[in-house]
């Protein structure tokens, strides 16, 4: 039921039930939110979104309250204004001031609250926040004296990736965001998602940042410099750049990669065309023998920690197979580089993605062959983009070029596999494509796709029903818990840790709606239909190279370039 | 093998599991018992709540009368609540953090001295009160710190660490 209420002498229309910072921003008026997340119960904490409210003795929170009939609001009074601004500037009384040597600098929301309300001098001086920096982690690092505890990291840590390694330590003035027994974070039960860092308003999370590595190795002779990029990365760059969507971005990336001095272009994408392949071997031979249990798809690193941390009753086995971007590392160092005619030490192997477990991924131990990293660096899109700039590349006047032999070429598989379900439909196609020598489409699958953090598919191959399940975001992983424990089985199960997907990876531009997410699964699903190569097997870069070289090459066995093993990990849960 | 029975796990044993509102009766029991919160401790009462130990940590850092670390053989309560903060508790605080080099909720390394700082303990007209030992010492001034810590510490022989 709509109704008018009075703000700052218009009437404007509120809708019964929503809060007061919903009407204004539907009518238009901006009010400032720190602590605020949409999608996320209000807190009301930081208090910047306070209102005048004739009647009422004291301002009261826009996010918090609900609208009602009688309201005669004023959002830019000079009472709120002048609360608004003493906020922040008592936030700023314990800040570091150390704007321009940040990662966020540019990119804060302190920052531009502190210049939209027209800060200029510092009015108030307080002791300044302990500092305490801890990049024990390979993904996340926390700055602790930027830290305004807003507590968005706790929320989305909680709430969306349901693995709570951060919350409030301490009281009163002494409170931080700490870890269990305010342990540095690699001994916590961190997942590396990075879903934190996109909700941080300051610098105060941030992923650890490889660009002054890279930068130095582009500069080294006595090295090839070789980058592979998943699939989301060009897209997301040209939006970043303000590149017209009509110019091809994946020739584009290509062109700029060249300039700022890479030898050699692969693409993530054969490397999820080869995942695919094998994983549909495997379900294959589970198939046709009848095996019971789940096969849990390792795709999302992230996911992996989490099963060796804590999944410790589900039947059904994590599938070993590495994740796309440490397929092509290993493919890279061990049969690009003889190819080549390098040793594996004279490649420094750079991956891009939307992803900040990666980096967690290229440092396992897992993850080396005789002591040398099968992916040297990980740079998040963001990182890339910035490093973009640094090269003073204008992408504008950057000419598209091709990506190298022999990974330049990518099936739909890859693209999909980057949205939450489009790796389980790929693999379920692919496999019935093998089966029954014809391609069901995407009809099956369609329940494989949407928005809810638990889905699934009966497709048939065969005559045998396979039951596949999507956990989308680790909140639908109670639900999938539940399913088994009231008896039902699954075949084939793909987890991704961030909601959505990797298209919502935690390396991705900051912030990004649920809507922003859906538009982007969109546009794969958009690229998938229109793409002439839709299984890995009608790709070129598979049947030239893969099979013939990998696959059935006797002397160098894919067991070993394309499995990898799981730890038991001690962590405070 | 002879079953040992951990005092933590009777204690849970007694609660029934999952009921967030029994957190801090538990931990208040196994503080009771074991003289601090250890982190094993609260790995098992994770266990049973089916909560983070993140969470049963940011909870128990709330309260001041949970500590992590176990006593020292000596453990001082020193009260800073107004009368005593007035009468100068604060400079002997100070002093007490200058001689034994720790903070409140902290042990000294030889495990001798440990000391908390509260906020009454109700003998406000005879302030700066310090407990130790069963024994409130009043009206203690800055000064006399090092001798009462020293004092203490004779009385102590190294066979009781």
Known sequence: MMFSITVNGRKVLADKGETILSALNRNGIKIPTLCGMKEFTPTGACRLCVVEVEGRERLITACSHPVEEWMNIHTHSPRVLKARKTIIELLLARHPDECLYCVSNLNCELQKLAQELNILERRIRGRKTKIRLDQSGHSVVRELSKCILCSRCVRVCEEIVTVTALDFVNRGQKTHIGTSMDRDFNFTSCINCGQCINVCPTGALHEKQHIAEVQEYLSNKAYQKVVQYSPSVPSTIAQMLGIKPSRDPESMLNGILRKMGFDKIFLTGFGTDILVEELSDRLEKKIKNGETGSLYISACPAWVKYYEQSVNDLPGELSTLKTPQQIMGAIIKSHYAPAAGLKPQEIYSVSVTPCTAMKFEAARESMTTRGICDVDAVLTVRELAKMIKLYGIDAVETEGEQADEPASLKSSAAVIAEVSGGLAEAVMRYTSLKLSGNDPGRKPFKSLRGTSSFREAEPEIQGRKIRVAVVDGLAGFAKLKEQISSGKQYDLVEVMVCPGGCVNGGGMPAPASKEEIRNRARLAYQNEETDPVQMPSASPAIFNFYLKEVKQNAKNPAGKLLHTSFVKRDVLL | ?161
């Open chain 2, 1 to 161: 093998m002879k079953k040992v029975s951990n005092p933590i796990d009777e204690i849970l044993g007694r609660y029934k599991p999952a009921r967030r509102e029994d957190l801090i009766p538990i931990l208040q029991e196994i503080q009771e018992k074991e003289g601090f919160i250890s982190e094993q401790a609260i790995i098992r009462v994770g266990n049973h709540m089916k909560l983070s130990t993140t969470k049963i940590y940011g909870l128990a850092t709330f309260y001041d009368q949970f500590r992590f670390k176990p006593k020292g053989l000596l453990h001082l309560v020193v009260c800073n609540g107004t009368a005593c903060y007035l009468n100068g508790a604060g400079a002997i605080l100070k002093k007490i953090r200058e001689e034994l080099g720790i903070e409140p909720g902290e042990t000294t390394r030889d495990g001798r001295f440990s000391y908390d700082v509260v906020t009454c303990m109700g003998g406000c007209s005879n302030g700066p009160l310090i407990l130790v030992a069963g024994e409130f010492l009043t009206g203690v001034k800055p000064e006399d710190i090092t001798s009462i810590l020293g004092s203490l510490k004779k009385n102590t022989t190294s066979e009781n660490i």
